[in-house]
C-alpha cells in the first residue's frame, strides 16, 4: 500500500473514536516523551518518536474503520511501511519492526506466519522480494539481540513499555496522567502514626518511634529484624519515603494487601496508592471503580505507591506477559519485601537471581523485612547486596514476652470440650483463635466445636451460613472458620465479619489455619494451636496479646497433630514438628524467659539449601537463554512448572459446580458484550467464584478458563473432602 498524501491521511483519519490518527501520534509522543523525562532514558528520544510514528499507519488501510466491531489486524501493514520508507533507521534500531509488529500482544519472537503477515500487506510483484527482505532482516535481528549487552537491551524494552502505556493511556483519552513520585516526607510519617497511635488508644513509645524515623538517614539497602507489633510498617515507610523514589510494597498474602491499602490511602492519598494482585479487578469492582482507571495504573506499577504480592513482582522480572508495562516502573523504585522468612526456597532464589542483575541498571533500594530473620538468611542478604545497614532489636525481643504456652498431649480434636469450658470460664469480650495446620483438620475442628456448644442448654444458637452465634447471659459469641479453600467472594466476606467483630468489641472464636500467620491484624487473647516447625510457631504467637510487652499467664495451648503419623500430605516435615515438640517442653510456662529465646531456637534450625539455589539459577539461565531478556515468557509449560514451584503443592483455581449455571450466564453475558471495560467487570464477577485448590485433589478437566469442577463445596466449610471427583 502506497499513499500519495501520508499526512494528510494521518490527520484525516481516525485511529480512535473521535480521535485523528495524527492526534493519536501526537499524544504517543509527548506522554512517552515525559516517561523517558522522568527514567532517565532521553537517549532513547528517536527511537521512540519513530515507533510513535509508525505503530498505528497500518491503520490507513481502507478495509480498516474505527467503526467496524472487528477490523483486520494493523500491525503488519505497519511494519511494511516502515519497512519500505525507512530502511536505513530500521537498520540503525532493528528492534523497531519487532516492537510494531507485536504491539498489541506479548513480545514473542518473529515466526514465518508473522513474515507471511507482513509480505501479503505487499503488492503482488513486490511479494517475493518482500519476503527475502524480511527473512534477511529476522536473522539480522536475532543475532542483534543475542549480541546486545543486557543493559541497552533493558533500557530499549523498558522505553516500548513506556510507549506502550502512552498508548493505552491515549487511546482511553487519560491524557492528564503525570507520572509523580510519592509526595511525603519524615515529618508527615511522624504526624500520621501519631495521629493513628492517638486514634488507637495506644501510648506512644518515643524511643521506637525515633528509632523508627531515623531509618530516613540510612541510604544502602537495610535488613531489619523486629519483634511483631513494634512498628516495622512505619520503619520501611520512613526509610523509603526520604528516598523520593516511587515504592513497591511487596506483601505475603491477599489479606494483608487489602487492609494495608485502606491504611497507606489515608497517609498517601488515595490517587497516589494503587493494588495490584490477581483480585485487584475484583476488589476495585467492591469500591465502585468501574472506569477501572486505578486499576489499570495499578497493574502496570504506574502509581507513586504500589503494594503487590512476591508472585507478582517475579512473574514481571520473568518477562511473563506484557511484563513490559510493568517493569520500567520499577526503576529507581524503593523496594520493601516483608515477611521475607514466608518466602519458600523457589520465591527467594527466583527473587535473589533477579535483583542480582536489575538492582545495579534500576539503581533500586530495597528495605527487607522479618519479625524471626534467621541467620542463614541475613547471610544470604549480606553476600547478594554486599553493602547493607541492619537493625536487629534483640533488646526489644528480650524485654518482651507476650506468649506464655502450655504443651498439650493430646490432640486438639481430644480437647474439645476442654476448650469450650475455658472459654465460657474467661472474661468477656474474649477473643480465641484455635489454629491447625491443614484445611481438613480445621474444618473437623470446627464441625465439633459447633455441634458441641450447640448441645449444651445454656448456649441458645443462632446457625448462620458462615457459622454460628451464640447468646449467653453474659453477651453473644460468634463462631467462625477461615482458610484458603473459600471462593474469594466468601473469604471476603469472613474476613470483612472477622473486623467488624473486632471494631465492635465482640466475643468470638476463629478457627483458622497458617492463614492467620500473616493475613488478619488481629490481637487475640488467647490461641490454641497444633504443634509446627517452631519459625511457624513464633509467627502464629505474633497473633496474641500483640500489644502488650508481657503475660504473666498462660494465654497459648499447643497440641500436637496425631495425623502426621499416618497422612501421605502434610505442609510439615515431621522430624521438624516433633523436635519442635521436644524443645518445646523446655519452654513452657514460666521457663520461658523473653520473646529471644525462641528467635535463637529457631534460628538453630533454619537452614537454606545450596543444592537448591544451584537448581534454581541453572534453570533460571536456561530461562535467560530462551527470552534473551527480552521476549515473553508463557508459564504454562513443564519447564515453567519446574521453575515456578512455589508451594510444596501446585494449586489450580476451579470453580465449584454449585455456581456453574452463575457463572455460564456471566460467561454468556461476557461474550456478547463489545466494550473491553465491561468484559474486564464480568470477567471479574466470575473470579469471585474461583477457590484455589491442590492438583492432586481433584480431577481437573481439560477446558478453557477457570474449570468447574464438581467438589462438595458449601459457605460454611468451604471446599470438602467429600466428592466423586476427589483422589
Known sequence: ??????????????????????????????????????????KYKEFIELLCHYHDLGKLKDSWNVKNRHNP?????????????????LEKYPLLGLFILKHHGNLTRIEDGDIIRIKNEAPENEKEQVDNDLRNWRRNLYKYVSNLDTTLKVD???????????????????????????????EDLKSWIL??????????????????????????????RAPTGWGKTVASLSYAVSKGSRIIYVLPTITSIKSFYDDLCT??????????????????????????????????????????????????????????????????????????????QNMLYILSYFLERFSRIYGLKICVMSATFPSVLKDHFEKLFGKVEKLWLNEE??????????VVEKDILDIIENIIEFYRSSKKPFRMAIVCNTVEKSQKVFEKLLKSMSAKESYSCDTKNYGASFHLADGNIYLDLLHSRYIYKHRCEKEDRINNWIRNGESFILVATQVIEVSLDISFDFMITECAPLESLVQRFGRVNRYRDKTEEINVWI??????????????????????????????????????????????????????????????????ENTNFLYSWRVDDEFAQRLLKFREEFTRLVIPSIYRDRVEKLYKKMRKEVSYAQKRKIFAEIKEYTVPIPIWMIKIPVEEGFPIVKVFYDEKYGVRKEANNII
Not at 6 to 27: A, Q, T, V, Y
Not at 73 to 89: I, Y
Open 1 to 42: 500500500m502506497m499513499l500519495k498524501d501520508l499526512e494528510k491521511e494521518i490527520w484525516s483519519k481516525e485511529s480512535h473514536e473521535r480521535k485523528k490518527l495524527g492526534e493519536h501520534i501526537n499524544e504517543c509522543k509527548k506522554l512517552t516523551e515525559e516517561f523517558l523525562k522522568f527514567y532517565n532514558l532521553t
Open 73 to 89: 489486524p494493523h500491525s503488519p501493514l505497519s511494519c511494511l511501511m516502515l519497512f519500505n520508507m525507512d530502511r536505513e533507521k
Open 156 to 186: 530499549l524494552t523498558d522505553t516500548y513499555g513506556l510507549f506502550k502505556f502512552a498508548d493505552i493511556l491515549s487511546a482511553n483519552n487519560l491524557t492528564n496522567y503525570t507520572i509523580t513520585n510519592p509526595n511525603k516526607n519524615v
Open 195 to 224: 495521629e493513628k497511635i492517638q486514634k488507637k488508644g495506644l501510648k506512644v513509645r518515643n524511643r521506637d518511634l525515633q528509632t523508627q524515623l531515623n531509618l530516613s538517614k540510612i541510604n544502602t539497602n537495610l535488613l531489619i
Open 267 to 344: 497517609f498517601f492519598g488515595k490517587e497516589n496508592v494503587g493494588e495490584f494482585f490477581y483480585y485487584a479487578d475484583v476488589e476495585a469492582i467492591k469500591r465502585d471503580e468501574s472506569d477501572f482507571r486505578e486499576l489499570v495504573f495499578a497493574s502496570y506499577f504506574a502509581q507513586p505507591v504500589i503494594i503487590t504480592t512476591l508472585d507478582q513482582l517475579l512473574l514481571t522480572f520473568l518477562q511473563v506477559g506484557k511484563y513490559f508495562l510493568k517493569r520500567p516502573h520499577l526503576r529507581g523504585s524503593v523496594i520493601i519485601l516483608d515477611e521475607v522468612h514466608t518466602f519458600s
Open 397 to 406: 525481643f528480650k524485654s518482651r514476652r507476650r506468649v506464655m504456652f502450655r
Open 559 to 624: 497440641t500436637f497433630p496425631s495425623e502426621i503419623n499416618i497422612k501421605k500430605r502434610y505442609p510439615y516435615d515431621k522430624r521438624d514438628v516433633t523436635n519442635t515438640w521436644n524443645l518445646l517442653k523446655d519452654l513452657e510456662g514460666d521457663k520461658l524467659m523473653d520473646e529471644l529465646q525462641l528467635i535463637e531456637e529457631s534460628d538453630k534450625v533454619a537452614n537454606l539449601s545450596r543444592v537448591k539455589q544451584k537448581e534454581i539459577y541453572n534453570l533460571l539461565e536456561t530461562w535467560s
